[in-house]
């Protein structure tokens, strides 16, 4: 059985979004699946980790088309500019305004009927049984669900996040007629899927009111994650943020509580270390210098997904943001389940029902304290800082097998032969 898998983000792209199809390609064989990967040629990632090209099977075909991108002449990857994401991608209110209103429903829409024209070439002439498209970008939906009309073929639309309900669409300031397009287009991909593929039950709740067939297979963690290495805990009291961090996930109920902690506790105020890794908003910046704390505070930036992993192991804290948004229910960061791998007790600022909260309570991994609970909060950071002076800050977690990309791909290649 074949597969044609439609994604943008592919190795050498780094950052979350590559992951999840390529741990997919790199275990569907396993179960009788043949993949075949369609992506860009000569795409401007934000974050490149060249690694994740060694993960890529050798006998894996990766079809490339070149894309032009409008985003390489406006805005966030431009010449001599250090590239950034979603954190300070949407800080300019005019090029946002640009990019929600005319590139629906994203800058990759250009990229489509060139798409669709190579692969139907490609499809008369190669026998494929599925296709399956991942977004964001949601273009990549455009692509299959062209090709599913013109080839009569089956179609599993994988959405990591959201369409119209993301939760950084209002940075672009969409009027009703974009509103309104980008609407049309998730409504009649919704509709001719044969199934959707989704990340947590939260979203599959909702995907569920718009589709027929909803399934869910979370995002996981991988074999490198799980590797003994010879990494010693931070000394200091560190905690420790690995990844892209919006504006939205700022969290400042966390800050304005450490800045209390600090005037109560000189010892506190001496072994406290923040650390961030990756992408920063400005605003997260700002928060931290105006509550006294960026003595105590790493800027670490990108890294690759290898560093990445080393400081989730050697953290005393791990620290789990999700942006303060409508829905946050169904908001899993992909960093979650790698986190639950590193054995280190997961403070997490969020929802305190939902999805997040379900699996870390089955696992034992960490707590969830909301947004604005800074009573909670502060009461879980006193325990976490005790243990760590009594040197007993450790975590025994549980359950977490069923996260593994090779268990979640056997799920995936039972959806792929039922549909």
């Known amino acids: 059985m074949k597969v044609l898998i439609i994604t943008y983000y592919w190795p050498p792209a780094g950052g979350s979004g590559v992951q999840r199809w390529l741990k997919f390609v790199k275990y569907l064989q396993n179960f009788d699946i043949e993949p075949l990967v369609y992506t860009v040629e000569n795409a401007n990632y934000p974050k490149e980790d060249t690694s994740l090209n060694n993960e890529v099977p050798k006998n894996v075909k990766v079809l490339k088309q070149p894309i032009w991108e409008p985003t390489d002449l406006l805005f966030w990857k431009q010449k001599n500019q250090q590239k950034s994401d979603v954190s300070n991608a949407v800080n300019n209110g005019f090029l946002s ?87 049309k287009l998730e409504t009649s991909v919704f509709k001719n899927a044969d199934c959707i593929l989704t990340v947590s039950n939260a979203l599959k709740k909702e995907f569920a009111k718009k589709a027929t067939r909803v399934e869910v297979i979370t995002n996981g963690f991988d074999d490198e994650v ?7 805990l931070d000394k200091k009291f560190s905690i420790s943020y ?30 406290l270390k923040l650390n961030f890794i990756g992408d920063i908003s400005e605003d997260v910046k700002q928060e931290i210098l105006s509550n006294n704390l960026i003595e105590n505070t790493n800027f670490i ?19 789990l943001l999700i942006p303060d948004v409508q829905k946050s229910e169904g908001i899993l960061t992909g960093k979650l389940f790698e986190y639950l791998t590193a054995k280190r007790p997961i403070l997490a600022i969020g929802p305190e029902s939902g999805d997040l909260s379900e699996i870390l309570t089955n696992t034992n991994a960490g ?44 799920s995936l290649s039972e959806i792929i032969k039922n549909i």
């Open 242 to 271: 690995i990844g892209l961090l919006p504006k939205q996930s700022n969290p400042k109920v966390l800050f304005c509580v450490l800045k209390k902690l600090c005037l109560e506790n000189t010892d506190f105020k001496k072994d």
């Open 301 to 319: 930036g990108y890294v690759s997904h290898k560093e990445a992993i080393e400081y989730q192991k050697k953290a005393q804290v791990l620290l």
């Open 97 to 183: 305004f640009i990019r929600g209103n005319f590139f629906i429903p994203d800058p990759k829409v250009f990229w489509v009927n060139s798409s669709v024209k190579y692969l139907h070439k490609y499809l008369q002439e190669n026998k494929v049984d599925v296709i399956i498209s991942t977004g964001p970008p949601h273009s990549m939906h455009l692509i299959a669900e062209k090709l599913k009309k013109k080839n009569k073929i089956k179609w599993i639309a994988d959405f990591r996040d959201p369409w119209t309900d993301l939760y950084y669409n209002k940075e672009f300031k969409q009027l009703s007629f974009a509103k309104n397009r980008n609407l």
């Open 367 to 410: 707590v969830v304290v909301g947004f604005r609970n800074e009573a909670k909060l502060t009461s879980e950071i006193k325990k976490l800082y005790q243990q760590y002076k009594t040197g007993s800050l450790i975590v025994d977690s549980k359950n977490i097998e069923q996260y593994h990309r090779k268990e979640l791909t056997k």
């Open 226 to 232: 799980l590797a003994e290495n010879s990494v010693k």
